[in-house]
T-cell receptor, first 112, second 111 residues
Framework: SQQGEEDPQALSIQEGENATMNCSYKTSINNLQWYRQNSGRGLVHLILIRSNEREKHSGRLRVTLDTSKKSSSLLITASRAADTASYFCATDGSQGAQKLVFGQGTRLTINP | GAGVSQSPRYKVAKRGQDVALRCDPISGHVSLFWYQQALGQGPEFLTYFQNEAQLDKSGLPSDRFFAERPEGSVSTLKIQRTQQEDSAVYLC?????????FGPGTRLLVL
């Protein structure tokens, strides 16, 4: 019953290139968050964007949100080997503000 | 400072066995969440506590799953009569506000 769908499911790029991951969702939201998960580890919160925001930056991360298309994108600039991980979008909204709903994730591999 | 901890980190159970998974949240965090993450999938919500009150258990897949947080701190997720489809990573998260702090998870394998 996951709401989010992420695209691509897997992405492999060279170190130094930019990585873009997309997320689509189905219902109205209060905010959308992006998380990173290294293999065998828990989730680490990266950035949150509210439904009334269109773009947000944090270091090498840039997140956009288009509520009319129910989609978001995460851009990682100047990628590093340490960015290798799975990235998930998560939404909370009409289904319950506490019930954070995750997408299926994008597996990002940065090749040195 | 100490983050969310979970134990055991790995658990192998025989089908039909009962298991108990523990979550130690960050001290003072009011909210506690349990998620189930199947291999290659995103986490799926199981249940949510605010202090000792279980406010939402709509994600628990069956009555074999039971969670408690009797003193509003440590939480236990119990799975009775485990089945192979219960094999997954069980993630716990705690929060004081909007940001959730996730633990490393317990990887459960049911044989």
């Amino acid at each position: 019953s996951q709401q989010g769908e992420e695209d691509p499911q897997a992405l492999s790029i060279q170190e130094g290139e930019n990585a873009t991951m997309n997320c689509s969702y189905k219902t109205s939201i209060n905010n959308l968050q992006w998380y990173r998960q290294n293999s065998g580890r828990g989730l680490v919160h990266l950035i949150l964007i509210r439904s009334n925001e269109r773009e947000k930056h944090s270091g090498r991360l840039r997140v956009t949100l288009d509520t009319s298309k129910k989609s978001s994108s995460l851009l990682i600039t100047a990628s590093r080997a340490a960015d290798t991980a799975s990235y998930f979008c998560a939404t909370d909204g009409s289904q319950g503000a506490q019930k954070l709903v995750f997408g299926q994730g994008t597996r990002l591999t940065i090749n040195p | 400072g100490a983050g969310v901890s979970q134990s055991p980190r790995y658990k192998v159970a025989k089908r039909g066995q009962d298991v108990a998974l523990r979550c130690d949240p960050i001290s003072g965090h009011v909210s506690l969440f349990w998620y189930q993450q199947a291999l290659g999938q995103g986490p799926e919500f199981l249940t949510y506590f605010q202090n000792e009150a279980q406010l939402d258990k709509s994600g628990l897949p069956s009555d074999r799953f039971f969670a408690e947080r009797p003193e509003g701190s440590v939480s236990t997720l119990k799975i009775q009569r485990t089945q192979q489809e219960d094999s997954a990573v069980y993630l716990c998260a705690s929060s004081l506000g909007r940001d959730r702090n996730f633990g490393p998870g317990t990887r459960l394998l049911v044989l």
